[in-house]
C-alpha cells in the first residue's frame, strides 16, 4: 500500500548564495548538501508539495525519509520528540559526575563571576565520591562511568586528581571489571604541563575543554595570571606538546568573544590552523556572558553575537578547522543541560550534590550532602525541579525548530528563575540556519 509523507517540523531546507540546498534535521541531526542542479531541481519540485509519494526506488525521498526530513503524514511528532527525550536524556547508561576540586584558580579571568575561596575538596570526599560511584553502579546498572574536573582551576589540585583516578581506576578495575571510565576538564590550560598531560591521559583522563581568547594581545587582557602577568604562550605551548603526541585525547579549544577578541580571532584561527591543526582539537566560541564581575568588559548584544558567529564559522570554514558549535551542537539532545539530566551529579569541594556549576552557593542548587557511605538524602522536591519540568510546560518550546537539540532545557537554572527561557524563536532558527549555511 502507498504511503504519503510530510515535510517533518524539524526539517531546515537552507538556500545558499551559489544555488545549492541544504538540508538538516534536528530530530536525527542530519545534514545533507544538494549541489548539482538536477539533485537541487527535484529537491524543490518535491517541497513545492503538500503531501510526498513513498517511493523507495527514489534516492531523494528516501533518504530524506531515513534522515527524517520527511516523515509519515501521520506521524504526531510530539511523541518522535517525546521518545527522542526519553531515550537521549533519560535513559543514559553513562553515570556523568562532575567534581569541583577547588575554589581557587591561579588566573584572573576579567569576565569571572566565581568568589575565590581557599577551599579543596579533601580525601575523605573523594572517597566518599567513589563510594557514591560504587552505589549507583549496584543500583542503576550503569555501563560506562565518566568524571570532569572543574573549579576554580582543577590543575591547583593536580595531585589530588591523580590519587583520586588511581584509586577509582582500581576500585572500577576490581569490582566492576566490565565498566568503561573516562574522565576530562575544563581548565585554563596553564598546568597542563608535558609531565601532567602524560600522567593524566594515561589514567584516561582524555577530554579537556581550554580557554584561549585570541591571539596574545586580547587573550592576555581577559585571561591574566592571579599577579596580572601573561598566559598566553605558556597554553600554547602545553597545547603544542599535546599534538606532538600519539595519545587518545579530545580538546574544545574555546574562546570567550567581545568585539576585542573577536578581532583577532582572523589571526588566531590561522595560527591554529598552521600549528595546532589537529583533528584532536575542535574550536568552541560563545559570547562573554554577565557572569556579575564589575570588571566585564563590554558585552555583546544578541544580534551582533550572532552576526559575530557566524563570521566565526566563516573562518574555520576557510582554514579548515572543526567547528563543534555547528557539528557537536547540531546533534538531537546536544543542548540540553547537564544540570537537568538524572545521570548526571555535582559534588563540590564540600561534598554537597549540586546541579549546576555556575551558581555554586545557591540554596536552590544544593540537593543534599555525601556521607562517608556514598549515600546522599536528596531533596527530592529540589531535584524534580532541575530534572522534570520540561518542555510541555512552555508554549514557545513547543513551537521551536529547535526543540529535539534542547528540548527547553537550555539552561534550567533561567528557566527556575524566569519561568521560560528567554530564547527569541526566530533568533534561534536564523542562528542554525546561518551557521549550517556558512559552515556546508
Ligand atoms: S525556545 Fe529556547 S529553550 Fe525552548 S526549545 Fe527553543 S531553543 Fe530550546
Ligand atoms: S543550569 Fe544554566 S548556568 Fe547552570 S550549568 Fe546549566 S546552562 Fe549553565
Excluded at 125 to 149: E, K, M, W
Aim: net charge negative; with cysteine; aromatic share 12%.
Amino acid at each position: 500500500m502507498s504511503k504519503k509523507l510530510k515535510r517533518s517540523r524539524y526539517a531546515f531546507f537552507i538556500n545558499k548564495d551559489d544555488g545549492s540546498v541544504i538540508a538538516y534535521s534536528s530530530l536525527s541531526g542530519a545534514i545533507i548538501a544538494f549541489r548539482e542542479i538536477t539533485y537541487i531541481d527535484r529537491l524543490n519540485q518535491l517541497l513545492s508539495q503538500p503531501e510526498i509519494e513513498f517511493d523507495e526506488k527514489n534516492d531523494i525521498i528516501s533518504v530524506l525519509y531515513n534522515k527524517k526530513l520527511f516523515v509519515d503524514v501521520d506521524a504526531d511528532e510530539d511523541l518522535l520528540v517525546r521518545c527522542l527525550y526519553e531515550e537521549g536524556v533519560i535513559r543514559n547508561s553513562t553515570l556523568d559526575i562532575m567534581l569541583i576540586v577547588t575554589r581557587q584558580c591561579n588566573f584572573r579571568c576579567v569576565y569571572c563571576g566565581q568568589p575565590h575561596l581557599d577551599r579543596k575538596m579533601e580525601k575523605e570526599t573523594y572517597d566518599s565520591v567513589i563510594a557514591f560511584v560504587r552505589n549507583q553502579l549496584l543500583l542503576r546498572g550503569y555501563s560506562n562511568v565518566r568524571v570532569t574536573f572543574f573549579g576554580g582551576e582543577p590543575l591547583v589540585e593536580y595531585n589530588n586528581i591523580i590519587w583520586f583516578l588511581e584509586k577509582l581506576k582500581s576500585m572500577l578495575d576490581t569490582d566492576f571489571p566490565g565498566i568503561h571510565m573516562e574522565s576530562g576538564m575544563s581548565t585554563n590550560g596553564y598546568l597542563l604541563t608535558p609531565n601532567h598531560f602524560d600522567k593524566l591521559v594515561s589514567l584516561n583522563c582524555s577530554f579537556y575543554q581550554i580557554s584561549v581568547d585570541g591571539m596574545s594581545y586580547t587573550h592576555d587582557k581577559t585571561r591574566p595570571l592571579v599577579g596580572g602577568q601573561p598566559t598566553w604562550q605558556t597554553i600554547i605551548n602545553n597545547l603544542s606538546y599535546m599534538v606532538t603526541t600519539t595519545a587518545l585525547f579530545k580538546v574544545a579549544l574555546r574562546t570567550n568573544f567581545n568585539f576585542d577578541v573577536a578581532d583577532s580571532l582572523q589571526e588566531f584561527y590561522k595560527y591554529v590552523s598552521e600549528k595546532l591543526n589537529d583533528k584532536r582539537i575542535g574550536i568552541y566560541f560563545e559570547t562573554i556572558k554577565d557572569q556579575g564581575n564589575s570588571e566585564t568588559p563590554q558585552l555583546l548584544g544578541e544580534i551582533e553575537s550572532l552576526f559575530i558567529n557566524v563570521e566565526i564559522v566563516g573562518m574555520l570554514k576557510e582554514y579548515a578547522l572543526s567547528c563543534n558549535n555547528v557539528t557537536s551542537r547540531s546533534l538531537p539532545c546536544s543542548r540540553v543541560c547537564y544540570a537537568s539530566k538524572p545521570n548526571y551529579f555535582v559534588f563540590d569541594d564540600q561534598g554537597y550534590l549540586l546541579k549546576c556549576s555556575f551558581d555554586l552557593d545557591n540554596e536552590t542548587n544544593n540537593l543534599g550532602r555525601i556521607e562517608d557511605d556514598g549515600t546522599v538524602e536528596i531533596n527530592e522536591s529540589l531535584y524534580s525541579k532541575w530534572v522534570y519540568s520540561d518542555y510541555l510546560s512552555s508554549n514557545k518550546c513547543k513551537k521551536c525548530s529547535a526543540l529535539p537539540l534542547c528540548f527547553g532545557k537550555r539552561c534550567p537554572k533561567a528557566r527556575m528563575a524566569y519561568g521560560e527561557m528567554d530564547c527569541d524563536l526566530d533568533v534561534v532558527k536564523c542562528e542554525i540556519e546561518e551557521m549550517i549555511k556558512k559552515y556546508y
